[in-house]
């Protein structure tokens, strides 16, 4: 809220006395476990449902776990776990996550801890058959949005989710050839939004395309992916048998903890035998070495 009422006296815009006031909302609760959130999976599937967010090292092991209701948002839930992993874990230098967590408030914080944020293309949210936003480019130096049809839009004021919000004037779009892929406003006036941390998000996509991060965002499938593929088709982590979020948490952490114990032991047994064969390859060699000469 500093930094909105700040950009507000920047544009000789009153500062707000406060954040927004939460919107009254209907949440549909269980009867068995009031403790779940209704997840929507896909557009039509929804169930009562808990979400981990789950954090693995390169080599695949779990390195922490938050279980929240199904009904908060990833993007949401992501500081209760990278805090704890940052706590624990100091030295990650890397954050490699889905699209689900590409937010400007995700990005603002991870940079200015000195990480790296590591995230994918996220698709364009505007109204399909319509311009996708980033035909909308904004001018910094004289702050405005230059539209497709080369018209500017003003900046009009600073809302309080932190979106700065320029406009376009009325008259001039209602005779614009491409008001159709435009707005359907009445008043025929364009409105574009820009968040006051969408420089972060530039910077994330700069690093996307860089080859050294483009490289380990590949390997994700091979390892958080791999990870949930394992739990779910082979530890019955699908499904919960338990209720409540304290008993679903300490499930899934004793899962995790399995699963990582598995992992170890296998990769032990094949150092092992690796390390065996390497010795008997080495013992050979020696031999043959020894024995070349007598018999030359």
Known sequence: MAEINQDRENHDKKPFDGPKPPEEKEITISETDPESGV??????????????QTGCDKNGY????????????????????YDRLTEKNPEIENIVADAGYKTPWISKRVLDDGRIPVLPYKRPMGKKGNYPPYEYIYDEYFDCVICPENQVLNYATTNRE??????????ICEN???K?????????????TKHIWSDYLETVEDIRHTPEYKALYEQRKETIERVFADAKEKHSMRYTQYRGLSQV????????????LKKYAIHRWKRSHIYGSFA????NFHKLKFITPNLA
């Not at 948490?249 to 990582?260: G, P, S």
């Open 176 to 178: 614009c050839p491409t």
């Open 180 to 192: 159709h892929l435009c707005t359907e406003n009445q008043k025929n006036e364009k409105t574009v």
């Open 162 to 171: 932190g979106y700065r919000e320029f406009k376009s004037k009325g008259y």
């Open 249 to 260: 948490t300490n499930w899934v952490r004793l899962k995790f903890a399995a699963m990582n």
């Open 280 to 283: 008997c390859f080495c013992l």
């Open 39 to 52: 997840f929507h999976k896909g557009e039509h599937k929804k169930c009562f449902a808990y979400t981990a």
């Open 62 to 81: 779990v390195m922490d776990v938050t279980v929240n209701a199904g009904n908060v948002h990833d993007s949401v839930a992501f500081d209760g776990l």
